[in-house]
């Protein structure tokens, strides 16, 4: 659950938004689809997951910790059936229940989002094998050339004669961004192991600061008020914190069943914004008791 | 393979090997036209994939996840007594433990891990009677725990 004062640290204050699209005097912005990726290592202490903190200058969530993730790009549904293995785009459509064409736009968008903003990157030269080491300057100025949208994640793979592994990621969970917010994304979460390897880089532009956290300690930092989390992440970190490995977790992650959470801004009956979701019995529409 | 098992595949999950009790009993019994299964736990490849309380170390929103890892170990416990899951005419009766914390009272959200993937798989002959009690403490520190009664074709 999120307090007043969080929900208006991270949207502001809505309350004249809320009633305005109650009254039906605006309408929602359009929800794009995107992608994000729970990065999940066995460090030290236990299962790890990576975060990276948005900088102070972003528009949308500045100064939260989250996954690596963003829009999909129109050149994402580029990628021929030969440059990709694992389950196919059919597959991942009754998953995620989506088109085909938007589920190869949304696997395409997790891998290339990754690459961006962790350095990880979820493909290799057949179905068995992965790419293992990144450190080169040329691997650098390929994530650059992802990063500013001079090459697609095709033309990448096709030059390097590399396929996208998409039997390394799993569906986790699906978040809409409350109607009231004026910047909203249609956002599936997908969970991978970092490749053996692999390892996460200094990435710069959008994050000021990346991190491997225990996903118990990230929910305590968030509810000691010291890690600013929106509520998709914080909900997804208190799910992983009951794992011990990365293993655990992916034997989960193949076969649950992803739910929907489009949470609702509300304003409840002491006059104050409250942030409900499906399973608050405040939730329109939603069963008694 | 069994029009069950095609079944699974075309859900994205496969019939693990039958689980090794872990004790004086047997994965499960055929007793006329009905097999019980002993109670399975959320084990893959031989390991409890998570340990804890539903509502306290086990979110609530993963738990119908293990529910349902459950379902599928008493599924192989099921084929192990029979042969073939295309036997299976009806499923009966599951009953799902939920070790829980001690305010916790969703057990029939989690426990639906289980009933709607016997449902997804034999539609119609998969709709059960059922239970869905929250318990102390399970085998092992494992938050779900999941037995099923299925009638089969007499032979």
Known sequence: MVDAAGIEKLVGNVAETIRRLERGEQRPTVARNASTVILARDGEHGLEIYLLRRAASMSFAAGAFVYPGGSVDERDCDLADGAWVGPPPAQWARTLSSSEAVARELVCAAVRETFEESGVLLVGPDAERVVEDLSGADWEADRLALLDRSVSMAELLTRRGLVLRADLLFAWAHWITPDVETRRFDTRFFLAALPDGQRTRNVGGEADQVAWVRPGEAVAASERGEMLLMPPTLTTLRELAGFASVANLLAVARTRDVVTVHPKLIIDDNGKVAFLTPDDPRYPGSLPG | ?155
């Open chain 2, 1 to 155: 393979m069994s029009r069950v098992e095609d079944r699974l595949l075309e859900l994205g999950l496969s019939l693990p090997p039958v689980a090794i009790p872990l004790a004086a009993y047997v994965p499960a019994v055929r007793h006329g036209g009905l097999v019980w299964t002993s109670g399975q736990l959320p084990i893959v490849d031989g390991v409890l994939v998570a340990t804890g309380k539903v509502g306290a170390e086990v979110d609530p929103d993963v738990a119908p996840a293990l529910a349902k890892i459950c379902a599928l170990n008493a599924l192989a416990a099921v084929r192990s007594a029979v042969g073939d899951l295309d036997e299976v005419i009806r499923v009966v009766k599951v009953v799902g433990y939920v070790a829980s914390a001690r305010e916790f009272t969703g057990q029939p959200a989690v426990v639906n891990g289980a009933s709607n993937l016997l449902g997804d798989v034999f539609s119609s002959a998969g709709t059960h009677a059922r239970s869905a009690v929250g318990v102390a403490a399970l085998p092992l520190d494992a938050p779900v725990e999941v037995e099923i009664v299925v009638a089969v074709a007499e032979s």
